[in-house]
């Protein structure tokens, strides 16, 4: 069993920046490839970015390529989602989640636990 928790969440401008923290708990969190989700009003769950157990690989979906850094800390139980350059279409819920498996998947249904999530809001 792995519990997720997400914070860092917040109102920022365009342009501004927020680190998204998910903090798990157990002792097999490094047995997990972990991932970033967001959902938007109205909107389908989507995949951000995924890291493997080792904090290698990492992988993005292509609208957040070369603003976001998705990293892990193994010995503290925790995943990180640094966001850079935020534009208002970045506006969701952002969801931690992990995936027992080696490597990392882009489909929510792959995905074993699930946090409560964190709004982000980027206004204009």
């Known amino acids: 069993q792995v519990q997720l928790v997400e914070s860092g969440g917040g109102l920022v401008q365009a342009g501004g920046s927020l680190t998204l923290s998910c903090a798990a708990s157990?002792?097999?969190?490094?047995?997990?490839?972990m991932g970033w989700f967001r959902q938007a009003l109205g909107k389908e769950r989507e995949f951000v970015a995924g890291?493997?157990?080792?904090?290698?690989?990492?992988y993005y979906a292509d609208s957040v390529k070369g603003r976001f850094t998705i990293s892990r800390d193994n010995a503290k139980n925790a995943v990180y989602l640094q966001m850079n350059s935020l534009k208002p279409e970045d506006t969701a819920v952002y969801y931690c989640?992990?995936?027992?498996?080696?490597?990392?998947?882009?489909?929510?249904?792959?995905?074993?636990?699930w946090g409560q999530g964190t709004q982000v809001t980027v206004s204009s």
């Open positions: 989640a992990a995936d027992n498996a080696l490597t990392i998947a882009t489909i929510m249904v792959e995905y074993d636990y």
């Open positions: 157990g002792r097999t969190f490094r047995s997990y490839a």
């Open positions: 890291i493997g157990r080792s904090g290698v690989p990492t």
